[in-house]
Every structure is written in C-alpha cells, then in structure tokens.
C-alpha cells in the first residue's frame, strides 16, 4: 500500500493542542508522521509516488466520532440499514459510530451484537461499534448480559431512548459496568414527566395547545444519576442533555470528580420550540427542542467542557412515519449529513467555540468516552481523517441523502462548511465530488 | 342569491379557517357582520339560501362529536350544499391508512371544502397543507376551536351590543380546552378584557403571556365580569388527578344561584356544552334568564353559514381567476 500525504491543509488535533499548517503523512493505515509547515510558508519536499491529496484552505481533523446513532437493522430496515446509515455517516464526516441497541430485537446479547458488527463489516464504510443493552429488552428490570455483550464488542451500554427509571436497576447496572469500565449511556428524563408529550413544556406549547415535556423531566433524572454515579463510582455518560438546570448540575458534579460526562446535539443547540408553530413532525424531538436561554446554557457547557461530545442523535425514520398527526409521528431526526453543517452554524459562525473546540467535541471527547484509540492524529493512531471546507455554501437536499430517511428540518435550507473527504484505515471512503470513491 | 350579494364590506382572503389566533380585528368582524346579515336572510338559519349549490363539504370526523357535526351539516344544507359525513373513532395508523391519504382520498370523491375534527392539535393544518380544498377547523386536539370562538363572541355581541370593553371570564378547564384558545384570542383581538379563572393544575403557567389575566379565586372576579364562559370539565382529557373531587369543583368554580347574586345584574353566562348539570353549572342557572346557553346553539349554525359562505366565496373567486 502506497503512503498518503494530506498536503497543505490546517492540521487541527485538539487531543494535543495542534492547530497549524502541515503535511500528514500516512503508512499502513495509520498516522506516520505530521510534517509542519515553517512559519516563511516552506515545506519538506513530498517523496515521489505518494497518493497525495491536496487539502490547502481546508480543514484535517481526526476523524469525527458519533456516540449515539440508530441504525435501525434488524428489525426496522423502512427507516435505516448499516449500509446506508454507514455510508450516511461517512457522508456527514464521522469515521467512527457506535450503534444504538435499540433494534428489534434489542442488542441485549452477544450474537445481536455480534450481528451489527458483521453487517458493519459487508458494508464497508465507517468504524461502527455496538452499544449493548443495559437491561433486557430495554425493559428496565433485568441486567442484560453485559459481560456477554462486551464479549460480543460492546464499548458501552445504553437503553436507547428508555430511561431507566427504576433507581435500584440503575445502580446495579452502574456498579456491574465497573468491572468492564464501560460507561452507561443514559436517556436521563423522568418517564412520568415525558409522557404524551410532544415538544418542550413553555408558552409555545400552551398557545398551540400540545402537550409539554418540561425541563424538569430531564433535570431530575440528571440528578439522580449523578447521585448514582457517586455512589458507585461507576460511569455514567448523559445522553441529550438539553436544559440549563442538568447542565449546572453536571458541572457541579464533574467539579467534585464525579464520572459523569455528557453529550448534545448539534440540532438542540440551533433550534427553540418555536419551530413547533406549524405542527411539523420533523422537529418533533425527544427530547424536545426547547429555549433560547437553555440553548445558551448548553453553549456554556460546550465552552467550560462540561458537556465533552457533540452526537447527532441520528433517528431515520421512513417518509410514511412522519406524515401523520403530530402525537403519532415518532420522534427524531435523521441528522448523519447535517450534524456538522449545523454545528457550524450554531457555534463557530456566532464565535461560541474555535474550530478546536468544536472539533474536540467531535472527535477526542467523545473517544475518551468509549475507550477508542482513534480521535486524534498521533502518529500510530489509527488513519482516520475527516477533511473539511470550512467556506463551502451548500444547500441541503434530503432527497439526495445517504441515508433511507430524509426526514431532517434542514431540507432546503443553506449552510456553510461540509465534510468533503472521509479517510478510515488510510483509505478514502467518501469523497464529496467523486461521491464515495474507494481509494 | 349569489356571492356577490353578499355584505361582505371587511377584508377576508382566506383559503382555510383553521384558527382565530391568525385572523385580524377586521377580519373576525367581518364573520360577525356576515353572520348578523344570515340571521335576518334566513330568518335565524330557518330559511334556505343556494349559495353553495354544486358544492361539496366533507364532514371528516376523527374525533366523536354530535353538535358540531350535526350543526356544521346543518349549516353547508342550509346554503345548499352536498354533505358526506365521514366518521373515524381512531387515528387513521390503526388502519394502517395515514391520516393525510383517508383525507386525499375522500377530496378524490370530488370534495370542495373539508371540515375537520381531530384530537391532535395541527392536524387540519396538516390537511391544509396536503389537500387542494378548503379547510375548516372543528376542534383540534385541545388547540383550537375556531366557530365555536366565534359563536361565543357572536353571542355576547347581540346580547350586549359590543365585545370592545367587556370584561370576560373564561372559567374551568382552560389547558385542555381549545375552546378556551379560541376564545381568548377572538376576544382580546375585538378589544375586551379577558380572564381565565379555574384549578391552578389547569391553567398553564405562562398563560398570560397571550394577554390574559389569571385568577383562582371565581368569587374574587365574579362583581367585575360582564360575561363567563363556563367550559366544560373536560374529564377525558384529564390524565391523573388535575382536582381531588368533583364536589370540591362544583363548590370552587361551579355556577349557582349564591354566585349568580353576587354578580352583576345583566350577567351573560354562557357555556359551549355539552354541559355537566350540576358541575360547571346547577340547572337553575342553566337554565334560569342569565343563560344564553340555547342562542349559542342557533348562533352556531349561523356562525357556521357565515364561515362557509366566505370560504366558498373566496375559492370560487380563485378559481375563476386562475380560469
């Protein structure tokens, strides 16, 4: 295999501080060695019969890893299946994906994750890495076999979108993951407080008459599982952390060394409940988009590295699903292709986080999280490289999506900056003008 | 009698009524004036006029209701017009159908105009969006509830001569009624003062923010209303327990002979039923000379003619300026 040089382009590795003009070079699939660019602008001469791939004015990132992404095969293959919720995310820039377990059936054994992991490897794309179930049929009274499920590739567990409300199963799971120092990844909302909902509980659900999801639900629920977590001592990562109230609790937390980490997505950091006002499905969300002030909240969270990940929460849906009533349309997005874009939007153009913050979010936050050697572009890491132009105006098609579903708010609407190449192992997987060239 | 014979003096230019929320001072004044000038035409909705001969209205039903359909059919017969009823107890997925193709495929039966009722909020929107005819809300979910708004309002203003001024009390379930939505923003567009009255578990929070005042306390407000509108407990839309009881209702918010004393001489009660006798209100203030519960029922139907009449009005006049 012929080396690769990545030529020209800003090098950012937030996992060591790097953000500077350089050559990286690429042998066997791994990083071999970073070459900077002096400060008069020279450079150390590219060997001849490298495959070199011009990156100047554009961005070189470890490649993007995503903690939550549903998959929807078995069981749901109208919405979703590996390979093309694989290709989705090569699309969108992210090299790496761990699977949610919430197929059907549920990822509560070893040979259903087994079976992700094999389906990953005919597709061929991105890194994917099953999350196995916390408890049986996401149920929440019964442990799943979790020692069987990190046999079977599990790098964490999670219950999807079921919180586990009952505290004692919460607590056992947190103690018994301490074994495998795997981390929990908790859908942290009081069910009680979440049912029939269908947006964020605040004027805009009292003038359109819907029923609301208050901040509470989730604050709660965050609380606890931070008492849970000091208790045992075992790792619970939150899931969608949307309100300013979890957000202050987490710091406080993380602050008193607690392990809790946290995620949110790029769609709750750009959108309020006021996208509810024409009844669309397809900003229905669980949890629900809320307001301007805890958007500001989760801002602050990003900039002080409370919250540690950025996850596009990806949930495709098929057309049909979301073309009913408001309270029988499911909940989510399918959000692989825009994550990025609307990060972009909501953070680097108002000036919320450089591209290194942003980019850590993206990359070596979530990896510390799950365990992952990859996130950073050290030399013997493995060759996962997201190239972006940071300039690039595009408009969102969702029609033209990798993806099965195109169910995304952001249809038709204009952004700026895109992935345009996705490296895994060394090898080009996607490319946005060749579509997904294989190099 | 043909559309241009109609008084229409105020602007209109609406394909759809989907809710009082979007509508304009003059616009709700237009409705109102029309529905005065029906009632003299049709000699209170007893006569028939053939302003919408050749038209179709579909009555699509999601949602159970003997008044509002019965009054809805009622109204388009009555300006000559085809009705078909199309009733479904449940949401269209337990068919296995979505809601938006039952609704394309009845419009193919040749449909000018839809009226719709649906427990979930949005869903005549949903229609408006998806089909080519016009829409008329009946009832969304706890949203809105547009003629019944009107009616409400309509009401008031031939019994009191005004809407402008009047202090209006909206008692009893406001979260979960629409009729409430309605009603407050009917009201505070045409100038009155508005306040929701009821259990402190059924009045949001941020309810004010529309303009309205709150109060818990009905015999606080009762010497200063000029009207109340006593909305129906609406028991099945309640999840769990909003109240303890029934009886610690009726004794905080019901109607009786004690609070009608207390109140002023010329006060209009008025509840848009079905009414719960002895709950929202005692059969002696039901039916005692305050109530003008029965208009509201006549006033419905004209209210209704008088919608119909103006959306007809404006699709025909699309239509020929497209042809």
């Not at chain 1, 001849?48 to 903690?67: F, M, N, R």
């Not at chain 2, 089909?131 to 009832?139: I, P």
Request: net charge negative.
């Amino acid at each position: 295999m012929t080396d690769m040089w990545i030529t020209g382009g800003r090098v950012i590795d937030p996992s060591v501080g790097l953000d500077a003009i350089a050559d990286l070079q690429i042998s066997d699939g791994k990083i071999a060695a970073l070459h900077l660019h002096a400060d008069s602008g020279s450079s150390q001469p590219v060997p001849a019969g490298v495959h070199i791939v011009e990156a100047t004015g554009l961005i070189v990132s470890p490649g993007l890893i995503d903690l939550h992404v549903s998959l929807r095969e078995p069981g749901f293959e109208e919405d979703e299946v590996t390979e093309t919720g694989t290709a989705a995310a090569l699309a969108g820039g992210f090299c790496t994906i761990a699977a949610q377990s919430d197929t059907s059936p549920v990822v509560d054994n070893r040979s259903a994750a087994e079976f992700i992991r094999l389906q990953a490897d005919r597709a061929g794309n991105c890194r994917v890495h099953p999350l196995g179930a916390v408890t049986r049929q996401h149920e929440g009274a019964e442990l799943a076999e979790i020692g069987q499920l990190v046999a079977g590739g599990a790098v964490a567990f999670s219950d999807a979108k079921n919180p586990i409300s009952n505290s004692e199963v919460m607590r056992r799971a947190l103690e018994y993951t301490r074994m495998f120092d795997r981390p929990i990844l908790h859908f942290s909302m009081v069910p009680e407080l979440m049912e029939g909902g269908v947006m964020h509980e605040g004027f805009e659900a009292t003038r359109l008459g819907l029923r609301g999801i208050p901040a509470a639900a989730q604050d709660i629920m965050t609380g606890r599982d931070i008492a849970l977590a000091e208790l045992t001592e075992g790792r619970v990562h939150l899931m969608c952390v949307t309100t300013k109230g979890s957000v202050e609790q987490i710091r406080k937390a993380r602050s008193r060394g607690i392990r809790v980490t946290a995620d949110v997505t790029p769609h709750h950091l750009l959108l309020t409940d006021q996208v509810m006002s024409t009844f669309d499905t397809l900003c229905k969300c669980n949890p629900p988009f809320r307001t301007q002030d805890h958007i500001d909240a989760l801002i602050e969270g990003l900039q002080d590295g409370t919250i540690s990940a950025i996850s596009s929460d990806h949930q495709p849906h098929a057309f049909e699903k979301k073309q009913v009533e408001l309270d029988a349309a499911p909940f989510g997005i399918c959000s692989l292709e825009t994550a990025l874009a609307v990060c972009i939007r909501a953070l680097i153009e108002p000036g919320h986080l450089t591209w290194s913050q942003l980019l850590a979010a993206l990359t070596s936050g979530p990896a510390e999280i799950l365990g992952l050697p990859s996130g950073n572009l050290r030399p013997g890491s493995p060759a996962d490289i997201t190239i972006i132009d940071p300039g690039l105006e595009w408009t969102v098609d969702a029609r033209a999506f990798q993806s099965r579903s195109r169910n995304t708010p952001f249809h038709r609407q204009q952004f700026r900056g895109r992935a345009v190449t996705t490296i895994v192992d060394g090898q080009i997987r996607w490319n946005l003008n060749q579509d997904s060239a294989r190099g | 009698m043909q559309f241009n014979d109609l008084p229409v003096t105020g602007p209109w230019g609406e394909r759809h009524l989907l809710g009082l929320e979007t509508l304009s001072r003059d616009q709700l004044t237009t409705i109102l004036d029309l529905a005065d000038y029906l009632r003299e035409q049709t000699e209170n909705g007893t006569r028939r006029l053939e302003l919408l001969r050749g038209l179709v209205v579909a009555n699509l039903f999601f949602e159970n209701s003997t008044r509002t359909r019965t009054s809805f059919s009622l109204a388009a017969r009555r300006l000559g017009a085809d009705t078909v009823d199309f009733t479904a107890s449940s949401s269209s997925l337990s068919k296995g159908e979505t809601f938006i193709d039952t609704a394309r495929t009845i419009e193919a039966m040749g449909v000018d105009m839809v009226i719709c009722r649906h427990r979930t909020p949005g869903a005549p929107h949903l229609l408006a969006e998806h089909l080519t005819s016009c829409v008329l809300n009946a009832g969304d979910g706890t949203h809105e509830h547009p003629t019944q708004g009107l009616l409400d309002i309509f009401t008031i203003r031939r019994h009191l001569g005004r809407i402008e001024g009047l202090t209006v009390a909206l008692v009893g379930d406001i979260r979960h009624s629409r009729v409430a939505r309605s009603n407050i923003h009917g009201l505070l567009k045409l100038g009155a003062r508005v306040i929701v009255c009821g259990p402190s578990t059924l009045i949001p929070a941020n309810i004010s923010r529309l303009g309205v005042e709150v109060a818990w306390d009905f015999d606080a407000i009762l010497p200063e209303v000029d009207c109340v509108n006593l909305l129906r407990v609406q028991f099945e839309r309640q999840r769990g327990a909003f109240f303890p009881s029934i009886a610690e209702y009726a004794s905080l918010f019901g109607m009786n002979g004690k609070r009608i004393r207390r109140a002023k001489k010329d006060l209009l009660v008025l509840a848009p039923g079905p009414i719960n006798r002895g709950v929202e209100l005692t059969p002696e203030v039901a039916d005692g000379p305050h109530s003008v519960i029965l208009d509201q029922v006549t006033n419905g139907l004209l209210i209704r003619m008088a919608c119909l009449s103006l959306l007809a009005r404006e699709r025909t006049a699309t239509q020929a300026g497209i042809s």
